[in-house]
């Protein structure tokens, strides 16, 4: 989120008042005042250093703590900065030296261009190999800020050169002028890379830093342009202090939200180190998650104190008990929300198992079971509404202390799903069990539908090729390949003179129930029946389901097909009897018609060939073609009736009569 126009007015007016200040004093040498009183520059100076020098301590611990590479870098912009203002403290006339130190003087310079130097290299993005560098040199770093201050020092006080001249009015002068500009830019430069991190990563800590370095760039200004003892002398003392105090103001504010300092400057720190805090927040959130589901499940409440949890959890993750506390409500919303996530996407699966065909039984069974592993803690029963009676699979009767929610089916109450609680239910829950309710009655609703359109469809189409299209629509597409088939053919000898005798009642009576009996004995042996054709049926074997013996089973079923019809017909000597023709060959298999309306059949010579068969049969007599005798080898016992000549060949035929199967 950009900060607000307004507040970035406000705080570029801060940064700039001191610029402002400085340019008058500077442009108006009147007004740059005198004003020398040793004490207060003694006691301000080292106060302002202490402030550094402690917030240089603390940063290196956190450092340390996270394993940071900027936090290290970072402390070393106070160290430098706390421990030559020290020695510039020092250097004040008549508290400890009896007279001004050039080394003392000019030392004030000469720290805030090595935290310059420290600023801008901490406000570099390093990857993990120069972090890495960066931690492996940490001693060395640590130490560097004390053994520099030492050399100077002895420098100093040993009057060695160049620092045994006497020290200038102006403070810096010379080489420390320019130092002191180049490391005016590098604090700014620090400053802008601080500025466009804080419009990424938002932190307290993090905007008191880069406007410290904003205001240690200015001092150095100052401190080219100011006089010892002059306003301006006095507004970089004051600038530095400002900017050390305005951080340590911001840490214990930080301080005062977390209850801890673990974490002050979290905000500072590098994208692998925020990264890697996130994690371990993240895995944190995660644990405490757990636990509050454990809990849950044991009968504690979620707001009820961690206890070993929490201090388990602070120990691992350094957490402080503010975090533990904030953390506890976000697992609790957590762990809410995915609860929720789950139970709405069993919904969904229950929305999704409506719209597949199965038997009701089968589909209830699954809708039962997404909806209890959804809520888990509850008790779910499901009962439907048969012969008018409200009956449960448990055998159990209704529970008044329930949550009942109503089945229907086309606005008919068909059941119930009843839920048990041990508690209350939340409006949440009970608009998802309502939901889930409504969901159940689509499904129990679509189930039933499905299984009248079943039925309806498979009676007016082979059961094999109905499963076919079921399994897989897009064989309804029209055109087909070419398979091996067997083919039989089966029809009425003496139906003509028959129908012209009867009424159409007996017709239809008569035929209705011949195919009721051969049908059955068709489908038996896994044979499609493609066609009904007033006296006539068709019926093919390995197609659409693949059969390695289709001409064994074509032949059983022709075979067990004049067996039911004398069962039928005895007693009925005036009904016709059927005659059946089979054969064996390869033919086109698929879809013929329009797309409106088509059929499933087989076209070719081999069909055309079991209808000739067919004509020459006797009735209750099985005629086979000469590939349907090779397939059936030694298992057919068939006498020949030689080579026939048949109508559409110019070839004769080899026809046999199939007497029986061994």
């Avoid at 800020?145 to 006080?157: E, F, Q, R, T």
């Avoid at 410290?212 to 080219?224: K, N, R, T």
């Avoid at 068709?522 to 289709?550: C, K, S, Y």
């Avoid at 390869?586 to 004509?615: K, Y």
Wanted: hydrophobic content about 50%; cysteine-free; glycine content about 10%.
């Amino acid at each position: 989120m950009v900060p607000s126009p307004v507040r970035v007015a406000v705080w570029l007016i801060h940064v700039s008042i001191p610029a402002f200040g400085l340019w008058l004093l500077v442009s108006k040498p009147h007004l740059d005042v005198h004003y020398e009183h040793h004490g207060v520059h003694f006691w301000l100076v080292l106060a302002t250093a202490s402030t550094a020098m402690a917030l240089g301590f603390v940063l290196l611990r956190a450092a340390r703590q996270r394993s940071d590479a900027r936090l290290i870098l970072v402390s070393l912009v106070f160290q430098f900065n706390a421990g030559f203002l020290g020695l510039h403290a020092l250097a004040t006339p008549g508290v400890i030296l009896s007279s001004p130190n050039a080394g003392f003087v000019a030392a004030t310079p000469v720290g805030l261009v090595l935290g310059g130097v420290a600023a801008l290299a901490s406000s570099i993005d390093y990857g993990p190999s120069g972090a890495a560098r960066i931690r492996r040199f940490e001693p060395l770093l640590a130490a560097l800020p004390l053994v520099l201050l030492a050399v100077w020092a002895i420098v100093s006080l040993a009057g060695l050169p160049p620092l045994d001249r006497a020290p200038d009015p102006s403070e810096a002068h010379g080489p420390l002028v320019a130092a002191a500009f180049v490391g005016s830019a590098f604090y700014l430069t620090a400053a802008i890379r601080y500025l466009l991190k804080y419009l990424r990563t938002r932190g307290v800590v993090l905007l008191s830093v880069l406007t410290a370095f904003v205001l240690l760039s200015e001092a150095l200004f100052a401190v080219g342009f100011g006089r010892s003892w002059r306003a301006s002398w006095w507004e970089w003392h004051l600038l530095m202090v400002a900017a050390f105090v305005l951080i340590v103001f911001s840490a214990h504010l930080q301080f005062r939200r977390e209850g801890s300092a673990h974490g002050l400057f979290d905000s500072v720190t590098l994208r692998q180190t925020m990264a890697a805090m996130e994690r371990d927040y993240a895995r944190a959130l995660e644990e405490m998650v757990n636990a509050l589901r454990q809990r849950a499940d044991g009968g504690v409440a979620a707001t009820e104190p961690l206890g070993s949890v929490g201090v388990e959890l602070s120990r691992r993750f350094g957490l402080t008990e503010r975090q533990i506390a904030v953390l506890q409500q976000g697992a609790h919303a957590l762990g809410n929300e995915r609860e929720q996530v789950r139970r709405l996407g069993a919904l969904a699966a229950v929305g999704e198992r409506s719209s597949v065909i199965r038997s009701e039984a089968e589909l209830l069974d699954e809708v039962v079971g997404l909806a209890a592993s959804a809520f888990d803690r509850d008790r779910l029963r499901l009962g439907l509404i048969r012969g008018g009676q409200l009956q449960f699979a448990d055998g159990g009767s209704a529970d008044s202390t329930a949550l009942t929610l109503p089945l229907t089916v086309k606005g008919t109450p068909a059941g119930v799903l009843e839920v048990a609680r041990d508690g209350e239910f939340s409006d949440s829950d009970i608009a998802l069990l309502r939901s889930f309710a409504s969901q159940t009655s689509v499904a129990l609703e679509n189930a039933r539908l499905y299984q009248q359109l079943d039925g309806l469809f498979r009676s007016y189409m082979s059961p094999a090729v109905a499963t076919a299209l079921i399994a897989d629509p897009t064989q309804a597409g029209l055109g087909g390949e070419i398979a091996e088939v067997s083919v039989l053919f089966a029809d009425l000898r003496g139906f003509t003179p028959f129908s012209e005798q009867s009424s159409p009642d007996q017709v239809v009576d008569m035929l209705n129930t011949y195919y009721g009996a051969i049908v059955p004995v068709i489908l038996d042996e896994g044979g499609t029946v493609v066609q009904f054709v007033g006296d006539a049926v068709m019926a093919l074997f390995n197609a659409p389901t693949r059969q390695p013996d289709h001409a064994h089973r074509a032949a059983r079923a022709g075979l067990n097909l004049h067996r039911a019809i004398e069962g039928v017909a005895d007693g009925r000597p005036d009904w016709p009897r059927f005659r059946v023709g089979v054969n064996t060959g390869p033919a086109l298999v698929g879809n013929v018609g329009a797309a409106q309306m088509r059929n499933f059949t087989a076209i070719g010579d081999t069909t055309n060939l079991a209808a000739r068969l067919e004509g020459l049969a006797e009735p209750g007599t099985v005629v086979i073609g000469p590939l349907t005798r090779a397939q059936l080898g030694d298992n057919a016992v068939v006498s020949s009736r030689g080579e026939l000549q048949v109508k559409g060949r110019r070839e004769p035929v080899a026809v046999y009569v199939l007497e029986g199967m061994r």
